[in-house]
């Protein structure tokens, strides 16, 4: 007969495992629903060892807050090759894994869990958007991006976020298709916007000027097209007659 011997772990390490068994507590179920006494128990230690490590749940929520956090901000890196769509789409992949494998971390990264009104978690999520706008910024291959990008940019990542958000209540939409409307939504935002703005239209020519008929772009136009003879003629509009008091 043998018997085990455990490793005695350094103090990184050890942080690191709590951080680990946090995360993966908090992103089961809600974080104020997990206890320090759970978060012990899995990683087979005892309570107040947790506290020797961090000073308190709090402490060790926004530890975990960050690597989830800097985990998130990483799907959103994809090597700039290829048609934007295709990126977004891969982008938009792995950005719903995340979503798929954390669903409460994720609504509670966002939403603040027991961290509401600390400046520390809030500034983690902002910056998990920001460099997810960054990113989008890359891919569009421009250096000083104009108010209109920018808008529709950001725009896109809050919506992203909203529609992730939802979806994890109920899960009432088929993952693929939703991955795939965003990556529409996207496409869509910028055309609205380049049709009030001269610089906004070149940008988004140049990208579709990239685009495959096969691709994600060319699939929203597939099925904007396939509405055409379904939708009801628009009478025009009946102007008021001239104001004579006026002249």
């Given at each position: 007969m043998t018997t085990g011997v455990?490793?005695?772990?350094?103090?990184?390490?050890r942080r690191q495992q709590l951080i680990g068994v946090a995360l993966d507590l908090f992103s089961r179920r809600s974080p104020e629903d997990v206890s320090i006494d759970e978060?012990?128990?899995?990683a087979g230690i005892s309570r107040p060892l947790v506290y020797h490590y961090f000073p308190g749940k709090q402490s060790l929520y926004e530890a975990a807050l960050r690597r989830a956090a800097d985990e998130l901000a990483a799907r959103?890196?994809?090597?700039l090759e290829g048609p934007l769509g295709a990126r977004l789409s891969r982008v938009m992949g792995r950005f719903f894994d995340f979503v798929d494998e954390h669903g409460p971390g994720f609504s509670a990264l966002m939403r603040g869990g027991p961290a509401v009104g600390s400046s520390t978690a809030n500034a983690m999520i902002d910056g998990v958007r920001q460099a997810a706008y960054e990113q989008i910024i890359t891919h569009l291959g421009v250096a000083e991006p104009p108010a209109r990008l920018e808008l529709v940019?950001?725009?896109w990542v809050s919506l992203a976020e909203s529609t992730a958000l939802i979806w994890l209540d109920g899960r009432?939409?088929?993952?693929?298709?939703?991955e795939m409307q965003l990556v529409h939504d996207f496409a869509a935002l910028a055309a609205v916007s380049a049709a009030y703005d001269q610089e906004m239209a070149g940008i988004v020519l140049r990208v579709l000027a990239q685009e495959p008929v096969d691709g994600p772009f060319g699939d929203l136009l597939a099925r904007l097209s396939a509405l055409a003879p379904d939708v009801p003629a628009v009478p025009a509009q009946r102007l008021p007659p001239p104001d004579d008091t006026t002249r």
């Open positions: 455990r490793r005695r772990m350094g103090v990184d390490e978060i012990a128990a899995a959103f890196l994809e090597p940019v950001r725009s009432r939409i088929p993952r693929a298709e939703l």
